[in-house]
């Protein structure tokens, strides 16, 4: 599977993106789905997830009641509704694919990712 992460840019404090993740080659229906940012010079960090059954999402404190993870088997798809925007949002941002039954927060067990989208949000 290829996994292609758009939507990202340049937005004002305060603004809202959505980014999307287009599977092609491969599906996201049966697979647990998350997106990850990486800044500049830090660690790549977990942002949400959602359940292979779209029952469940979970997202880093940071960006709860901002960011909203949706998706849709249909179209192939994740998206991440980002709203309230801050500064410390900047970064780029991965889309990620993981099989098997659990949901999980940790980057090493997602086996396949996007390239990565740069989201840069200005005070």
């Known amino acids: 599977v290829q996994l292609q992460a758009s939507g990202g840019g340049l937005v004002q404090a305060g603004g809202s993106l959505r980014l999307s993740c287009q599977a092609s080659g491969g599906t996201v229906s049966g697979h647990h789905m998350a997106w990850f940012r990486q800044a500049p010079g830090k660690e790549r960090e977990f942002v949400g997830r959602i359940s292979r059954n779209s029952a469940s999402t979970y997202y880093k404190d940071s960006v709860k009641g901002r960011f909203t993870i949706s998706r849709s088997n249909l179209k192939n798809a994740m998206y991440l509704q980002m709203n309230s925007l801050e500064p410390a949002d900047t970064a780029i941002y991965y889309c990620?694919?993981?099989?098997?039954?659990?949901?999980?927060?940790?980057?090493?067990?997602?086996?396949?990712w996007g390239q990565g989208t740069l989201v840069t949000v200005s005070s």
């Open positions: 990620a694919r993981k099989g098997g039954y659990y949901c999980s927060e940790s980057k090493g067990v997602y086996d396949a």
